[in-house]
């Protein structure tokens, strides 16, 4: 069991971590700031915080084993949640990441000429971000990037892992957030990717 501080815990991400976390025994924090909308789950703690107060972030998660961070990059600050992990003194990060970074055929999904436009300010966000952990060698950073579709679905516990390069499989590229729950904690539980980015999909 661990103590763990959940950045994001009402999101569609974050509230599927929260399960598989709870499920497995851990203390949670649970962090949002809409603290309300966060599953009342066993060993669940909800806190209110807003994830751009780098002091207040900082302080709530200070005591922690591990911060996961599940808020969306557009409207947060990756100098923001790195510089409170560092501050509370939290040596292991793990980020909900994005898929645009992902490699297809030697190149990021994001400069494919197909790739939707709805999507780029966020995988644009997620990019940099994932940049800037790879300049951070003071934390035991993990990035796991979903396959191309994130979505609702089930929790089966079948699916691949890969590194770099996005994961397609019969029915296209896709994961359910149950699933990268799964992985995302796996890899809580068990580090295997230490300082890198890897990617989970069917």
Known sequence: MAKIALIGASGNAGARILKELSDRGHQV???????????????VTAVKVDANDRAALAAALKGHDAV????????SDADTLIGAVRDAGVKRYLVVGGAGSLL?????LIDSP???????????????????????????WTFLSPSAEFVPGTRSGKFRLGKDDLLVGPNGSSISFEDYAIALVDELETPAHIRSRFTVGY
Not at 104 to 108: L, T
């Open 29 to 43: 924090t649970g962090l949002a700031r809409n603290p309300e909308k966060i599953a009342s789950l066993p060993g």
């Open 68 to 75: 996961i961070s599940a808020v969306h990059f557009t409207v």
């Open 104 to 108: 297809a055929r030697g190149k990021r």
């Open 114 to 140: 197909d790739f939707p436009e709805a999507y780029r300010p966020e995988a644009t966000a997620g990019t940099v971000f994932l940049e800037k952990l790879q300049a951070v060698s003071d934390l035991d």
